[in-house]
């Protein structure tokens, strides 16, 4: 296989997603990519040549662009194995790999369900990337549309497990959002006062917050950090819990987090 300097490119897309394109030059895997438009114009700009689809989900807004794409390009498309995407002819599970041989690039899959119930991720153990979707955010973490929140919290363990170099490709521009949401949690927390004023002022420069990298996720993101007494003690206070057995903490965690503006 053919090793190249590979790179991510940002695309941006409707109010707040972000789409990515991996890429070293001439041929171009994109992961998620929920408007075909975007990512047509960013291949033409760049002169680049699509060689796959990534999918980590089922939702409208990460697999919408792809039949389109599929009219221009025949390329293979990976995702869910338990997730109902028509157009997947590579379906994955936990320690499935993808290879793309044109980038030469290699993924292993995650199972990361919660968000949805047959959610999977992406790592590049070699580039130090990870793809995850709407399961970990910069900052928070996906809503539980169909899992649990038992789901969830194992999930989030598992991306917390990988290096802290890693860096956290999620899908969204939620960041300062969920940064508000966090200092309501931990106001104590100083790595967490600093981020936000930081990601504050990329946000007011017009840049992106993503990506993040695992370090600092479990320095700063309340869920990766559930099982912190602070937290817990700060939910019971706020009549959000009445214990502090993780799980709970964790669910209250997420149930708040949906109501907090």
């Given amino acids: 296989m053919i090793h190249r300097m590979l790179s991510v490119l940002t695309v941006p897309a409707f109010q707040d997603n972000y789409l990515w394109l991996i890429h070293d030059g001439v041929s171009a895997a994109v992961v998620d990519p929920g408007d075909a438009a975007p990512i047509l114009d960013c291949l033409n700009r760049h002169g680049l040549a699509l060689a ?7 939702h409208a807004d990460h697999v919408g662009g792809v039949p389109q794409l599929l009219e221009r390009y025949n390329v293979p498309v990976f995702g869910p ?15 499935d790999a993808v290879t793309v041989p044109e ?4 993924l292993k899959v995650l199972d990361v369900p919660g ?3 047959g959610h999977i991720a992406y790592h590049a ?9 709407d399961t970990l955010f910069a900052g928070g973490c996906g809503r539980l549309f169909e899992g ?9 363990e598992k991306l917390a497990a990988l290096p802290g170099d890693t860096k956290v490709y999620c899908a969204h521009e939620y960041t300062l959002s969920n940064l508000r949401f966090a200092l309501e949690v931990e106001p104590a927390n100083a790595a967490l006062q600093e981020r936000f004023t930081r990601e504050q002022a990329k946000r007011d420069r017009g840049e992106p917050t993503v990506p ?6 479990k320095e ?12 817990a003690d700060r939910l019971i206070t706020t009549g959000h819990v009445s214990s502090k057995e993780p799980i709970a903490v964790f669910a209250a965690l997420r149930q708040w987090k949906n109501s907090f503006r």
């Fill in 125 to 133: 153990p070699e580039h130090s990337w990870l793809f995850c979707g």
């Fill in 115 to 117: 968000h949805t119930r």
């Fill in 148 to 156: 649990t929140p038992e789901q969830m919290a194992a999930s989030l």
């Fill in 103 to 106: 980038l030469g690039l290699e």
């Fill in 220 to 231: 700063t993101n309340p869920f990766l950090r559930y099982a912190e007494a602070a937290i």
């Fill in 52 to 58: 796959a689809i990534l999918l980590t989900h089922h």
């Fill in 212 to 217: 993040s990298t695992i370090a600092l996720e």
């Fill in 81 to 95: 194995r338990q997730e109902p995407i028509p157009a997947i002819t590579y379906p994955l599970g936990e320690g």
